[in-house]
């Protein structure tokens, strides 16, 4: 193998795994050791930088991060990573004089914002502090989109949403509730903008045409605009036996909204077994604690309407052959149930939909009906046109939105400038040592054998009493104090220089996790075979030094499993090991417009 | 050294051998040698050694002297005996021990001043004696725990760190040995594991004295430009004769060998040792002739390394063979029965009158 590019800004990257998989790159590591340390605001504010909205996310956040933590490959469960956000949210101080400052003097540039989403809500963060004057156009009278109207109060509560969509709104947004866009023409013709940011989200839930769907339309819902009606509390009520169907985490939301409003009996229905659910794991623990039934391999077939009311549904009872590797091979019918509802909600998935955008002018749609964008500068056909979150690419998530947003301001910024948005600033990262002296290390690197802290509950009785009591509770300061202790500090990194290496073994007899070996150099998929653990997880990269300077061998190193203790460079008696912070660099619009600046000639 | 001590967790994957242990088993307690010390690699040779024969830790007796080397003992199979004798006196208390109990594991671990200097001579007769253990000798050429003084196998004109030349010429403990009739000798570097392991293996099977010499550079006082202990120079000047692959008894062979490379060793307990010569004309089962090749390459001074003369039947002139002990332990047998009693003793004493 080719020495590693430890230069290139992904090696290391890569190497923190949360960072990696966080669609925004949150600095985790960084914000958890500023937990640990008690400095919550400054750990807040690591994660606004990123992610802009922590209190939110530290809840509800789809967790990209959690799978893809190492702790869950050294002990199966990964940090409560989402968890220890919420920490920071709930104990910080005001941050008020920490955003940053929005000039009085505009740069003469206005953008319009279509839903006030996570993305819209991001364009704005990015985009206002560099002078921009941003329109959020949004149909209902709050702002917040699928967080507000989709995420049940129970998981997310309303004064955590208004207090960060706040921070953002409060930069002197032009916030234009109960305004719906109802025709792109007429905005883009209106002259007043000079781009604009389509952040309407997938609004769309979809439907299940089967016979009886019309006749018992009184009972049967569709989940989000359930959801929605019951967030404006159009609907307080819902029958005593409630079948939803589907098992994605909209599934989830409306079976435990559904126990709230007088449901005595919810079942969920999924048509496939176990292990192909779409909902996150979490969600499904909490509902099902909440003793909603999850009956699998059942197809809806018929709803079934007597004296033209819904009593029931009827099913076709399936099963499977799943081969070695998990897979579904065949289905078969092998009978029917019928099940009693007063009430059926579908929750099968959603789409995005643009009736209000006209297909004249200029905005390609592919033959899905799906405008067609860059997925690098989020620009459609129209030059000045821009989407994001789910109407960009159909449903996502959250942090993706978060993400979106802040490609797209800067795009729309360098648009705004007349520079070509297709090259986009590229990311950096800093590395700086560790090394306090004689075997002090600036991070806590002790390996904490401790589990994986569970989340306190409100109790099953209190917790239905009203439709916003916030279940989850948060970590105690005990919880906590153990949580952040499980992190390994991955963004601490083993940085090898091969000149210095005298080839004396004493990284590969200490390292805990056999992840160093010196053998001479090979193919990469010969080399992993005969590491001194072999490195069987193809996803994780080796790390390949330069030939060393003794015997011309290689130090290999397998980054699966490596815990980050500092042994290797505590050990190394010529400090070729040395544990370094990387400090990822990934730009957002303000760094791209500093740098713009910097490019301009100044005129005394 | 370091103050930081290795974690617990391990690879989730590691294997594990036939009494269901993992390497991380054989560990010992925190090192406080200097960080890069070769005695650290070697501790660590021992450990895989211990751990791919699944010896039980609770038959393991560790013995040592006095000294850095000596230190070692403490860093592996902490579940094993451990002895930490007076300076040089290791082989008396290997001695000892083995006469009490014959069934056990014997490691001693020691170092070229413990055993060159002060321990000559306890050193020269447990080889004599054909005293059933594993000697391990952690050679850096200098006593690393007064300051890097010369030790006596520091060879002519090697520097010390800050300049003076040696001038003593050095005791080596291979030719000894062989000289001595020992029927284990090898040389190996702590810097190569793939030799060093398989050997450590051999030696520990061997049924008879066996000894191997570690080449181990004493990375503080003994690794600098001009010393003929270094990391450096050690790479460039030892050559491997004879690879020696330690095969249990269990294991088929499956390796081709062709013949004439390999020699096949039967032990005693019926596990082999393969000797792969790497120097076609270098012969390991010769006492002459090995020892005559082994000078002829160090006036150019060149090391030799791998397994240099190796007995295949050692057991005839073993300690227990020769002195006709029982097969049980003499610790297994009753009190009664060992002890003659006092009317016995007058019997035997009355002999003398």
């Known amino acids: 193998m080719e020495p590693t590019d430890t230069a290139n800004p992904d090696y290391y990257h890569r190497v923190v795994d949360c960072q990696w998989a966080c669609p925004a790159h949150t600095d985790v590591p960084e914000y958890i050791r500023l937990i640990a340390q008690g400095r919550f605001t400054d750990a807040y504010m690591v994660n606004r930088h990123s992610n802009v909205f922590p209190g939110i996310l530290g809840r509800v956040c789809d967790r990209p991060c959690e799978p893809a933590c190492r702790r869950g490959r050294i002990e199966q469960k990964p940090v409560a990573i989402c968890r220890l956000k919420r920490v920071a949210a709930d104990h910080r101080d005001d941050i008020a004089g920490r955003l940053p400052k929005i000039p009085k003097v505009k740069n003469g540039k206005r953008i319009a914002c279509v839903g006030a989403g996570c993305a819209s809500l991001t364009v704005a963060n990015d985009l206002m502090p560099l002078g921009y004057q941003v329109t959020i156009f949004e149909q209902y009278g709050e702002p917040g989109g699928l967080m507000r109207t989709n995420i049940p109060a129970f998981r997310l509560p309303a004064a955590v949403l208004n207090e960060e969509i706040g921070m953002i709104t409060g930069m002197g947004v032009d916030l234009r509730l109960n305004s719906p866009v109802a025709s792109m023409r007429e905005l883009l013709a209106r002259g007043e903008f000079d781009a604009v940011f389509v952040g309407s989200g997938a609004p769309r839930g979809k439907e299940l045409k089967l016979p009886g769907r019309e006749a018992g339309a009184a009972n049967i819902h569709i989940g989000i605009a359930w959801l929605e009606s019951v967030a404006f509390g159009h609907v307080d009520r819902v029958g005593k036996r409630v079948l939803i169907i589907g098992v994605g985490n909209t599934a989830m939301d409306c079976c435990r909204t559904s126990l709230r409003l007088g449901a005595e009996s919810v079942k969920v229905m999924a048509r496939k077994p176990r292990g192909f659910f779409k909902a996150s794991v979490w969600e499904l623990e909490d509902a099902e604690e909440e003793n909603v039934e999850i009956v699998v391999n059942r197809s809806p077939k018929a709803f079934v309407i007597e004296n033209g009311r819904l009593t029931g549904m009827r099913f076709d009872r399936l099963e499977y052959e799943v081969d070695a590797a998990g897979r579904i091979t065949a289905e078969r019918i092998v009978g029917e149930e019928f099940l009693p509802a007063d009430d059926v909600i579908l929750a099968i998935g959603q789409e995005n939909a643009f009736p209000w955008v006209e297909r004249d002018l200029g905005i390609q749609f592919d033959r899905w009906d799906v405008p067609l964008i860059d997925k690098t500068t989020f620009q459609s056909t129209l030059p000045q046109v821009f989407f994001g979150g789910d109407a960009a690419f159909g449903p996502k998530n959250i942090i993706w939105a978060v993400e979106h947003g802040h490609q797209a301001a800067i795009s729309i910024h360098r648009y705004c400038q007349g520079e070509p948005v297709s090259e986009r600033p590229p990311p950096g990262i800093n590395l700086q040592s560790r090394k306090m002296g004689m075997h002090e290390w600036s991070y806590a690197n002790d390996y904490t054998p401790v589990e994986r802290r569970l989340m306190p509950h409100v109790s099953l009785k209190e917790r239905f009493k009203k439709l916003n009591i916030e279940v989850e509770l948060g970590f105690t300061a005990e919880q906590v104090e153990q949580e952040v202790q499980r992190c390994l500090n991955c963004d601490v990194q083993t940085v090898f220089s091969a000149k210095l290496c005298i080839e004396c073994d004493a990284c590969l007899d200490i390292c805990p996790v056999d992840c160093l070996t010196i053998t001479h150099n090979g193919a990469e998929d010969e080399l992993r075979g005969r590491l001194k653990a072999p490195a069987k997880n193809l996803a994780q990269p080796l790390y390949v030094s330069a030939a060393l300077p003794q015997t011309g061998r290689v130090m290999v190193k397998d980054e699966d499993l490596c815990v980050h203790c500092g042994l290797c460079a505590e050990r190394c008696p010529t400090a070729a090991w040395d544990m370094q912070k990387s400090e990822l660099h990934w730009p957002l619009a303000a760094d791209e417009a500093g740098t713009l600046a910097a490019r301009k000639p100044k005129i005394a | ?353």
């Open chain 2, 1 to 353: 050294m370091t103050f930081i001590a290795k974690p617990k967790v391990r690879h989730p994957s590691l294997p594990t051998n036939a009494l269901g242990l993992t390497r991380r088993d054989y560990e010992g307690a925190l090192s406080t040698l200097c960080a890069g010390c070769g005695h650290d690699s070697i501790t660590a040779a021992i450990v895989e050694a211990s751990w791919g024969l699944s010896l039980e830790p609770q038959n393991m007796v560790k013995l040592s002297g006095i000294g850095c080397s000596s230190k070692t003992t403490a860093y592996f199979v902490s579940g094993g005996h451990g002895f930490n004798s007076v300076h040089g006196r290791m082989p008396s208390i290997a001695m000892g021990a083995n006469a009490a109990n014959r069934n056990l594991t014997f490691l001693g671990v020691s170092g070229d001043g413990d055993t060159l200097s002060i321990g000559l001579g306890q050193f020269c007769h447990a080889i004599r004696r054909n005293l059933n253990m594993l000697y391990i000798i952690e050679n850096n050429g200098v006593y690393g725990l007064t300051k890097g003084q010369f030790s006596a196998s520091a060879d002519l004109g090697t520097r010390a760190k800050k300049g003076e030349i040696n001038v003593q010429p050095p005791i080596d403990p291979v030719l000894l040995a062989i000289t001595l009739g020992a029927t284990f000798v090898a040389r190996s570097f702590s810097g190569d594991k793939q030799q060093l392991v398989p050997l450590v293996q051999a030696g520990l099977k061997h049924a008879g004295f066996a000894l191997i010499d570690v080449l181990s550079p004493c990375v503080t006082f003994n690794d600098h430009e001009g010393s003929t202990k270094s990391y450096a120079y050690t790479r460039e000047h030892y050559e491997p004769a004879v690879h020696a692959d330690f095969v249990p008894l269990e294991r088929e062979i499956t390796a081709a060998y062709g013949p004439g490379e390999t020699l096949p060793v039967v032990m005693h307990d019926g596990s082999r040792i393969l000797l792969r010569k790497l120097d076609a004309a270098y012969d390991p089962t010769s006492r002459t002739t090995a020892a005559a090749q082994i000078q002829e390459r160090m006036k150019h001074g060149e090391y030799l390394t791998g397994l240099l003369y190796v007995d295949a039947d050692p057991h005839k002139s073993a300690f227990h063979v020769v002195n006709g002990t029982p097969d049980a332990a003499l610790n297994s047998i009753p009190y009664e029965a060992l002890s003659p009693g006092s009317k016995g003793l007058e019997k035997v004493l009355a002999r003398y009158r």
